[in-house]
């Protein structure tokens, strides 16, 4: 599933772009959603289109009633791998904090209470320990991970979310899912313990220190228009998975911009040392 961008201003090139990434979720969602972009050629397959009505028509019997709104940046802990001293860092900001059903369990251990627990509690230890102020939001359904559930429950400006890489392939992957399916929708800064990972909405220009790793991981074809401040330039380059990648370019000046073709679309993800992560909320702070 992904949230590829949309092109073309009707009902059917967003469908369409959404079902070449395989996403047959979000489909309404992101149709009511996102802005138009400039029309391109774009084909597409009615059948699949009828296909992904479905599915959506389906899914609309779930519960996907919003249990927390936020006007501030929220914090998401998962049962995977932390990195303390930067979880830390963002609580100390006095961040909203919400557990992903196991993730409470990690909370709980280093003494931090969440706000909310969001989950099938499938994997938590003990849901009854929990009591107020501390909120439980049991969504029952099995269509979507903990992580999704939490983000579509939820609603915040920026989402921090850590614990949803490392022990488990399968769960790195699916967090990877998320935030390409999200990724026009929902501001998401994805941070293990070595790096961090989000999808710039808008052209990208950003202060980082000198001789920082910068990774570009395309989730759709994207070309960029032009680039500044980094070793390796992306000034006409397209990168597209299985295709070209943009792993460990350098940072070489003061300001790294990124300028792809239609920014708004998130057809890419930039990757850096999570030690970075001020640097990348101050940039988000700036739009």
């Not at 395989?22 to 391109?40: A, C, I, K, N």
């Not at 919003?66 to 006007?71: E, Y």
């Not at 251990?109 to 849901?127: F, K, L, N, Q, T």
């Not at 999808?199 to 001789?211: C, E, G």
Request: glycine share 6%; hydrophobic share 40%; aromatic share 8%.
């Amino acid at each position: 599933m992904g949230d590829a961008g949309c092109e073309g201003l009707g009902a059917a090139p967003f469908v369409s772009c959404f079902l070449r990434q395989h996403d047959l979720v979000q489909v309404l969602w992101v149709f009511l959603s996102l802005p138009g972009t400039p029309e391109r050629p774009l084909q597409y397959n009615h059948d699949q289109i009828k296909q992904a009505t479905d599915a959506h028509q389906r899914l609309l019997k779930l519960d996907h009633t919003q249990t927390f709104n936020s006007d501030r940046t929220v914090i998401l802990v998962g049962g995977g791998d932390i990195d303390w001293e930067r979880l830390e860092y963002a609580i100390g900001m006095g961040h909203p904090i919400i557990a992903v059903d196991s993730g409470a369990d990690a909370l709980r251990d280093a003494r931090v209470r969440p706000d909310v627990i969001i989950g099938d509690m499938d994997s938590i230890s003990d849901i009854r320990g929990w009591t107020a102020p501390t909120r439980v939001a049991e969504i029952p359904e099995q269509d979507t991970t903990d992580f999704e559930k939490a983000l579509y429950a939820t609603s915040a400006p920026l989402y921090l979310a850590f614990g949803f890489f490392g022990q488990r392939l399968d769960h790195s992957l699916t967090a990877l899912h998320c935030l390409t399916k999200y990724r026009t929708l929902k501001s998401i800064v994805l941070i293990d313990l070595v790096d961090l990972m989000f999808a710039p909405t808008v052209p990208l220009t950003i202060d980082l220190p000198r001789n920082s790793r910068f990774s570009i991981n395309p989730l759709a074809p994207v070309t960029f228009l032009s680039s500044t401040g980094l070793q390796y330039p992306l000034d006409g380059l397209t990168l597209e998975a299985g295709v070209a990648t943009g792993t460990s370019n350098k940072v070489t000046g003061a300001t790294v911009s990124v300028i792809p073709e239609y920014a708004e679309r998130a057809d890419y993800q930039v990757v850096v040392p999570n030690s970075l992560l001020r640097h990348v909320l101050k940039w988000y702070s700036s739009l």
